[in-house]
C-alpha cells in the first residue's frame, strides 16, 4: 500500500496543531507495518522552554508520534474510520529508550511493526530514527474503544 499525504492522516487522527505529530505516512502495509515522518522545525511551540539554548524534542513526544502512527496503522488495518463511536486508546508502552536527541531541522523516521493482538490490545514494535541513526525505541500497546455512552 502507499502512503497518505496530511489530508488523509487527519481523517484517521483527532489530533490538531500543535498536537498531531505525523506530517506524512511514507509507506504501510495493513496488519504488518508502517513508516511515516515528521518534520521537526524550529516553530513547534514546545522548543520555546525546551530548552531554549538548546532545543531539544521532548521524549515523551516522540513516543506520542509513534502512538499517533500506532493508531492509524490500526484503524487502516480494521477498516473502519475514527469517529464518536470508535477511539484509539494508548494501553502502555515497555522497553523505551533514547539515544540521542532530535533537533530542528531533524526528520523523525517513525517505524512501527505490529507484534499481535491479544483481548482486543494490540501490541507494536517501534523505533524513531534521523538520518538512519536510532533516536528512539519503544514497545507499545493500544486499543480501539467503542464509545457507547453518546447522547
Given at each position: ?15 490538531r496543531y500543535p498536537f498531531l ?11 504488518e507495518k508502517i513508516t511515516a ?64 536527541p532530535v533537533t530542528p531541522g ?46
Amino acid at each position: 500500500m502507499s502512503g497518505m499525504e496530511i489530508q488523509e492522516i487527519m481523517k484517521y487522527l483527532p489530533h490538531r496543531y500543535p498536537f498531531l505529530l505525523v506530517d506524512r505516512v511514507v509507506d504501510m502495509v495493513p496488519n504488518e507495518k508502517i513508516t511515516a515522518i515528521k518534520n521537526v522545525t524550529i516553530n513547534e511551540p514546545f522548543f520555546v522552554g525546551h530548552f531554549p539554548h538548546f532545543p531539544v524534542m521532548p521524549g515523551v513526544l516522540i513516543i506520542e508520534a509513534m502512538a499517533q502512527v500506532a493508531a492509524i496503522l490500526s484503524f487502516k488495518s480494521r477498516g473502519v474510520m475514527p469517529d464518536e463511536n470508535y477511539s484509539l486508546l494508548f494501553a502502555g508502552i515497555d522497553n523505551v529508550r533514547f539515544k540521542r536527541p532530535v533537533t530542528p531541522g531533524d526528520t523523525l523516521v517513525l517505524e512501527l511493526t505490529f507484534q499481535r493482538e491479544v483481548r482486543s490490545i494490540w501490541k507494536y514494535s517501534g523505533i524513531a530514527r534521523v538520518n538512519g541513526d536510532l533516536v528512539a525505541q519503544a514497545d507499545m500497546m493500544c486499543a480501539i474503544k467503542h464509545n457507547t455512552n453518546n447522547a
